[in-house]
């Protein structure tokens, strides 16, 4: 009865959350000039990855470090398949040129450092502190040539009239009550679901792709759908692909930072290489029509419950 509770009131928080948040981060974007996407990639990712920072730093210092990793490589497979999927489904979403030439390749580039990094069964201080100078140094470009570029369209007549007047203090309160918000609503759901798995004895690694990652993409999720349907969608889709690339190289990096992550076989020779493919095959269905319809979101849902078929029999 209280896990049913926790689904509830958990669910409930992260509609409210979310639609705070995406207010918040739109109404920031237009007091500094910058795209909304610049906000997705940044702000709004950074907020959605809380659950998963707080998750991956609790299982490493606790002596769990498949459900550390498991967690953030779940989280990404379940954030390009299932979320961005679902989103599509209920709000086609249109991709722009700067996703395509800039936050995918990146996404791609951090997905391939890590999966070349782990190689050796461990994330060790040193390879984090090279996760978050990475992170440092894409941020700092990303908002300089958003700043720079002259051909960056302005985005005040695409938002809603009431996002223009909220004063920044009050954006900035927006995006750290959503933040929270999402964490406290995450946490509340995965609460029952982790607990009635380990009933079942089932393994951490297969709880940490699977429960704790999907539980941990819910603000994501979330996030990305009240994006689409409130017509930001630079903020839907750049929310998912800025999200997984935090969760690798911020989670990761700042996890690894405090203590060092045992990284188990399975992880290494099978895990890491369904989350190349996926992120590699998400990038023609964005290219061709430069739109994720309801057609290639289905796909994408499908292609993550093949993988969860996979990983569970």
């Keep these: 009865m209280i896990a049913y509770f926790f689904l509830v009131v958990g669910f409930l928080l992260l509609i409210f959350s979310g639609d705070i948040l995406v207010k918040g981060a739109v109404s920031i974007a237009l007091k500094f000039q910058l795209s909304t996407l610049v906000i ?60 395509l030439r800039v936050d995918w390749p990146m996404m791609m580039l951090s997905t391939l450092l890590f999966t070349v990094l782990v190689l050796d069964g461990e994330l060790s201080s040193l390879e984090g502190v090279l996760f978050l100078a990475f992170l440092s140094g894409f941020i700092w470009w990303l908002i300089y040539s ?29 995006v750290v009550i959503g933040a929270l918000g999402l964490v406290l609503g995450a946490d509340f759901m995965l609460k029952g679901a982790v607990d009635t798995a380990r009933e079942y004895n089932v393994s951490e690694r297969i709880i940490g792709l699977t429960i704790v990652a999907f539980g941990t993409s819910l603000p994501e999720l979330i996030t990305s759908c009240v994006a689409a349907f409130r017509k930001e969608a630079d903020i839907s889709i750049g929310n998912l692909i800025g999200s997984n690339i935090f969760n690798i190289l911020a989670i990761l990096g700042i996890t690894s930072i405090i203590h060092p992550i045992s990284v188990s076989e399975s992880i290494i020779n099978s895990d890491n290489y369904i989350l190349l493919g996926i992120t590699f095959f998400v990038f023609p269905l964005m290219y061709f029509g430069k739109k994720l319809s309801r057609l290639k979101g289905l796909v994408l849902v499908l292609v993550y419950f093949i993988y969860l078929f996979y990983l569970i029999y």
């Design 40 to 99: 997705g990639m940044t702000i709004v990712s950074f907020g959605t990855s809380a659950p998963e920072l707080l998750v991956s730093i609790q299982a490493a210092l606790s002596g769990h470090p498949d459900i550390s990793i498991g967690s953030v490589v779940g989280s990404n497979i379940s954030n390009i398949a299932l979320i961005l999927g679902i989103t599509a489904l209920v709000f086609p979403i249109a991709v722009s040129k700067a996703t």
């Design 146 to 174: 958003n700043r720079k570029s002259n051909s960056t369209p302005s985005i005040s007549d695409d938002v809603n009239e009431d996002d223009k007047k909220i004063p920044l203090w009050k954006g900035i309160g927006f």
